[in-house]
């Protein structure tokens, strides 16, 4: 099998997720619908699988990855793991500095693929140390392929390619339009990305970045505080966002942040992490100002898989100020994949099984993929 055969394989497990409509009240208000991308349903369980594969995929087309060669990344956890899982697929050994706070499950996963992983201490640097790490190993490595996904626009390019057409089809598919797009920022990738998109076909859409009430990096431009709504805010301002095309940053505190998480996955069965519960509290706040029925759109990044190990699984206090605890998730309903996303043109071979006629009880059902 071919490395171009081998990416293309993995491209049906990756990306082109549902779109989730989840109705809600706060207190005794009417209902509202919010929107968001089921990310926690990609291969590994997050968005990064979509970066993770896009830039290998460039890198083999460029010429600066060649098969084989080992992949070195600085990692809060889901990049990691989707380069670990991806990178072994396509037969990479792969390497992985992260800050040693991180999850268990984080770790864990990592290891479970096959990669090594490297733990690097607040003495060591942490977030940062693991990015110079990473640099200095790469650097001493013949033919390593590092990433950077913090300053590498392809993590951009890959939501501007996938997760940004899907979510504007989508919602074209139930004759809405979008009016804002929020997401937290690790690397900045998603809300850069999917921003761009929706932008290019409704310039007026407004991009709202989430950060942590509790460590406001992009309010401040540097690490303060700390907080637990793990792979948002990782102690900078990326290289690939620009704060200067988004809207007002939102922040959302951790604790309300889990306190909604938790009612995700107890009131409506999605099993989601802390920044999927801060995405949704950041994308009611923006909806509060456009009005109940504005279109809202944002991105359950990761799943709950990842946190049975952390604050997100215990009984969490209620603060003042805390408006998880006024909401009531009333329905969910998933939008389907996008039809035509699944093809890939350079490869017929990919399409869906297609039409196909099911009869039971002597009546004919007709569905297409």
């Excluded at 970045?209 to 406001?216: F, M």
């Excluded at 100002?289 to 279109?295: F, P, S």
Aim: with cysteine; charged share 20%; hydrophobic share 45%.
């Amino acid at each position: 099998m071919t490395q171009a055969e081998r990416v293309r394989g993995l491209r049906v497990l990756v990306g082109n997720t549902p779109l989730l409509a989840i109705d809600f009240q706060v207190d005794d208000g009417p209902t509202r619908r919010l929107f968001a991308k089921a990310e926690h349903l990609n291969l590994t369980g997050s968005i990064k699988d979509r970066m993770a594969l896009h830039v290998l995929r460039r890198g083999y087309e460029s010429g600066a990855l060649i098969p084989g060669a080992v992949i070195i990344e600085a990692t809060s956890g889901n990049t990691g793991i989707s380069f670990a899982a991806v990178g072994r697929a396509l037969g990479h050994p792969v390497v992985i500095y992260m800050p040693d706070w991180m999850s268990a499950e984080r770790k864990a996963l990592i290891r479970s693929f096959g990669a090594e992983i490297r733990l690097v201490s607040k003495e060591e640097g942490g977030f940062l140390g693991s990015i110079r790490l990473a640099e200095e190993l790469a650097a001493r490595t013949p033919g390593a392929f590092l990433p950077r996904q913090f300053a590498n626009e392809l993590n951009t390019e890959a939501h501007v390619l996938t997760t940004g057409p899907e979510l504007l089809a989508q919602l074209r598919a139930m004759g809405l339009v979008p009016g804002a797009f929020v997401a937290g920022v690790g690397t900045g990738g998603t809300i850069m990305g999917v921003g761009r998109a929706l932008r290019h076909a409704h310039p007026g859409v407004r991009l709202h970045a989430v950060e942590p009430a509790n460590s406001p990096t992009l309010s401040t431009g540097h690490k303060v505080g700390k907080h637990r709504i793990q792979g948002i805010s990782d102690e900078f301002i990326p290289p690939i966002v620009y704060l200067d095309e988004l809207d007002r940053v939102v922040a959302v505190d951790d604790g309300d942040a889990i306190l909604m998480a938790q009612r995700l996955a107890a009131q409506l069965g999605l099993g989601v992490g802390i920044s999927s519960g801060a995405n949704f509290l950041a994308a009611m706040a923006v909806q509060d100002e456009l009005g109940a029925g504005a279109v809202v759109a944002t991105v359950f990044a990761d799943s709950n898989k990842k946190y049975l190990s952390t604050d997100l699984m215990h009984e969490e206090p209620v603060k003042p100020g805390h408006r998880a605890p006024h909401v009531t998730l009333t329905g969910v309903r998933a939008f389907n994949r996008v039809c035509e996303i699944c093809v890939d043109p350079n490869d017929p071979t990919s399409a869906p099984a297609g039409l196909f006629t099911a009869t039971r009880h002597g009546v004919g059902a007709t569905a297409r993929g």
